[in-house]
């Protein structure tokens, strides 16, 4: 079973037990699927495609849960927290900071990198970890190890 179809079963789930946030998150990447299918050339969405919509959304919560704690919304910022835990059960093992750097520092020797060469050290290790790890914390141990 896909990736996709699980979604899809589990909303069916959902909607039996009256799991109305699950149901709310599920339909929400329901929805993202679908605009995918309809404005990519593929009919069908691959898991790798799920699985970078997923981690689009998860982007999206965790914004808006520091966006909301800014303003002073706490209550929000929970509502947000919850469909952030269920989007993650749905998302793509993420790679640890330790596993990070040790990638890191493979491409570093492979390429002989030095401080000046950030941006191809970053574009290699990107392709490498490809959707199992956060841009953000990739950028912080390369800038660490080409001190």
């Not at 996709?4 to 109305?20: G, H, V």
């Not at 093992?93 to 750097?101: D, G, N, Q, T, V």
């Not at 000046?116 to 290790?125: A, P, R």
């Amino acid at each position: 079973m896909g990736l996709k179809e699980k979604i899809l079963n589990d909303m069916k789930e959902a909607m039996r037990n009256k799991d109305e946030i699950r149901l709310r998150v599920l339909r929400s990447i329901k929805t993202a699927i679908g605009y995918f299918e309809v404005e990519g050339e593929k009919k069908e969405a691959s898991d790798e495609d799920v699985q970078k919509l997923i981690l689009k959304e998860i982007k999206k919560r965790q914004e808006s849960i520091e966006a909301y704690r800014a303003a002073g919304r706490e209550d929000l910022a929970k509502a947000e927290e919850e469909e952030l835990k269920i989007l993650e059960e749905y998302a793509p093992k993420m790679l640890s900071k330790e596993e990070i750097k040790q990638i890191v520092s493979a491409v570093i020797s492979e390429l002989n990198a030095t401080s000046k060469d950030f941006g191809k050290v970053m574009k290699e290790v990107m392709a490498r970890v490809k959707g199992s790890a956060d841009g953000k914390l990739v950028n912080e141990v390369v800038k660490e190890l080409l001190k």
